[in-house]
């Protein structure tokens, strides 16, 4: 796919609602980080905003056949070019680009590769347990490793995010991420990869004594980039 006219940008397709706060914290990235005097220089964003996507994070939920469906969908509505602010989702990326003919702006290697770039060797990740496997994938490709709760902590972790997703953002569930953060800080890690969501509405920079990596954050200034023409749009994947 080429690049958009000078007149004209690319229209960037949203598979959202997983959960729908976490979608709008990206919403409000992108916006934040568009050059933009006037409305009419935002891109334009066609948004499916579908909190009825079966649970990530449960195995055979048919997840993957609902997000194919909408990616067609996107594509069916103009859309050019497709962004996910989910982690988890990113397990069905190669179904969604067949499904829709178009190019994701992948958020997992959008995380690995400013993971990479802060110099970090071993890299925490505050994920689910799909998400882990992939940023695992994804650092081991740069030669990095990734540092993980162990079991229990990675239930109680996951316990919290549902509990965000819920409309649990205050000081308490501020306090008990941080301490995620710190244990992964604790058992070596030199970054903090934000891998998923929720995590970023009650953890920030301050909250942690390493780097800390928003790849939703990363995600809205790619998708600003490939959308203006200032970075490619990425490859479909090999059939």
């Known amino acids: 796919m080429s690049g958009p006219s000078p007149d004209k940008s690319l229209v960037l397709g949203v598979l959202g609602g997983m959960g729908p706060a976490a979608t709008l914290d990206f919403l409000t990235k ?30 055979g939920s048919g997840a993957g056949a609902v ?37 994701l702006i992948d958020l ?35 030669a990095m490793g990734l540092v993980q709760l162990p079991a229990q902590r990675q239930d109680d972790f996951m316990g919290l995010i549902y509990r965000i997703k819920a409309g649990e953002v205050g000081e308490a569930s501020r306090r008990e991420m941080a301490a995620y953060a710190a244990e992964l800080v604790a058992a070596g890690a030199e970054a903090i990869v934000a891998g998923c969501t929720e995590v970023p509405l009650v953890l920030g920079p301050a909250d942690v004594r390493a780097p800390l990596i928003d790849p939703g954050e990363r995600l809205a200034k790619r998708c600003v980039a490939v959308c203006l023409g200032l970075e490619p749009v990425p490859a479909l994947p090999v059939a």
């Open 30 to 59: 992108l916006q934040a980080y568009t050059p933009a005097a006037a409305d009419q220089d935002h891109i334009r964003v066609l948004m499916d905003m579908n909190p009825k996507v079966p649970d990530r994070n449960v195995p």
């Open 67 to 103: 997000l194919a469906e909408m990616a067609g969908a996107l594509a069916g509505a103009g859309a050019d070019v497709l962004a996910i602010p989910c982690n988890t989702a990113h397990a069905y990326a190669d179904l969604i680009q067949r499904a829709s003919g178009l190019p």
């Open 108 to 142: 997992i290697e959008t995380g690995a590769t400013a993971a990479h770039d802060s110099g970090a060797r071993r890299v925490g990740v505050l994920g689910t347990r799909g998400g882990l496997k992939l940023y695992r994938e994804y650092l081991a490709a740069q």
